[in-house]
């Protein structure tokens, strides 16, 4: 499997963009013009998401010059984080035979599944993909790049979509499917009656074995929504595949305001990086947060992947390097710890430490004292169990 892959893929989108922009408008124009346009288009977009009174929740995807900027943009940038997530967790490409995407916007959990297809080297690779949005602009758009997308990757199966808002999507009893994906929607709506209508779709449309994929942005509120539905369907049986290391209730939802995201390198793409320039964003990294469970068949018990003490916890934090100490927090079964390791103590047993990167499962032989601190000592053991993958 290729890592080049999806930056291969990301580059022929990015230089090819503004020639279908104009195969598809018959109007020849400005490149510049158009960064330009999309530029101010993003700055208004973010300053409604940051904004819930200006009701852009419900009006963006009405809206063709937003959703527009948003297909563009948010496309290129959340399309790796999927792709990441299905290669880290080693999901079988095999299993993938069909999917529902909720709040599908321009297709983006689909369209990172077909990539990850491809990238798998899967023999006649298949995928259905069923794509749910109350914006018709948003689920046509879908509709189109996904076909578009699957010819060019030779990846077969059928594509419908839908424009329906999710409290009113009702889906068929008799096409249960192996993936369940929402991506940038738990942030729009609302928690509780919201809330449990994602639950009962969970329950009700993903066979035994299969998955349920959720991708938010890096923020408290969208975070805790993800924690809060993980948690529900944990209770239920479900198995916890990422981040966290086993499935068990989350210690974060302990205590309010806590929470975690993901921190991934990529190669940004030039068009990115001339939007940020005008916009005034930065994605020189890609943060979010998500959670992929996947349904226990009958009779199989979530809690039997519990890890044994001092292996069960993944990193939470950056690495905080400060005079004299490096930081890191972790989280485990029971609650969230900082480790601390003074300068002068590194040692071969404990430099794992100085490596570790953002959700990667770490294990280590030292006593968790009783204010949720572990001091390393020379001889005590720190070590990576496994490395989260760099991104594409």
């Not at 893929?9 to 158009?34: A, H, K, N, P, T």
């Not at 890609?286 to 349904?295: D, E, I």
Request: aromatic share 8%; proline share 4%.
């Amino acid at each position: 499997m290729s890592r080049s892959g999806l930056s291969e893929c990301l580059f022929e989108w990015d230089s090819g963009w503004i020639e279908r922009m104009r195969r598809s408008s018959g109007v020849d124009f400005d490149r510049s013009e158009v960064i330009a346009e999309l530029g101010i288009a993003l700055r208004e977009l973010n300053r409604r998401f940051t904004d819930s009174s200006d009701g852009v929740l419900d009006l963006y995807g009405q809206d063709p010059r937003l959703r527009k900027a948003y297909s563009v943009y948010y496309l290129l940038a959340n399309l790796p984080k999927v792709v990441h997530v299905l290669l880290a967790h080693a999901v079988d490409p095999l299993r993938l035979r069909s999917m529902l995407d909720l709040g599908t916007g321009p297709g983006t959990i689909p369209l990172g599944v077909l990539t990850f297809l491809s990238l798998s080297g899967a023999v006649a690779p298949a995928m259905d993909c069923v794509c749910v949005d109350r914006s018709r602009g948003f689920a046509d758009l879908a509709g189109c790049l996904i076909r578009s997308w699957r010819e060019s990757l030779d990846i077969r199966g059928r594509t419908r979509q839908l424009a329906v808002d999710l409290m009113d999507y009702r889906h068929p009893v008799s096409a249960p499917v192996d993936l369940l994906g929402m991506g940038n929607m738990l942030t729009e709506i609302s928690a509780g009656g919201a809330l449990r209508k994602v639950i009962r779709l969970a329950e009700s449309v993903v066979v035994e074995g299969g998955l349920f994929l959720m991708i938010e942005p890096a923020t408290p509120g969208a975070a805790r929504k993800v924690l809060a539905v993980r948690d529900e369907l944990v209770s239920r049986n479900w198995r916890v595949e990422g981040p966290c290391p086993g499935s068990y209730a989350c210690p974060a939802m302990k205590r309010d305001g806590d929470w975690c995201h993901h921190r991934l390198s990529w190669s940004r793409p030039v068009l990115i990086g001339d939007l940020d320039r005008r916009a005034g964003f930065d994605k020189q990294f890609l943060n979010f947060t998500y959670c992929l469970l996947r349904r226990s068949p009958a009779g199989e018990l979530s809690g039997a992947d519990a890890a044994s003490p001092g292996r069960g916890y993944i990193v939470v934090s950056d690495l905080l390097a400060s005079k004299g100490k490096y930081e890191v927090y972790l989280c485990g079964r029971e609650r969230k710890v900082l480790v601390k390791l003074e300068k002068k103590h590194v040692s071969a047993s404990n430099r794992d430490l100085l490596r570790v990167q953002r959700y990667d499962r770490v294990g280590f032989e030292a006593d968790i004292g009783r204010d949720a601190r572990i001091e390393l000592t020379p001889t005590s053991s720190f070590f990576r169990i496994s490395h989260t993958m760099e991104g594409q």
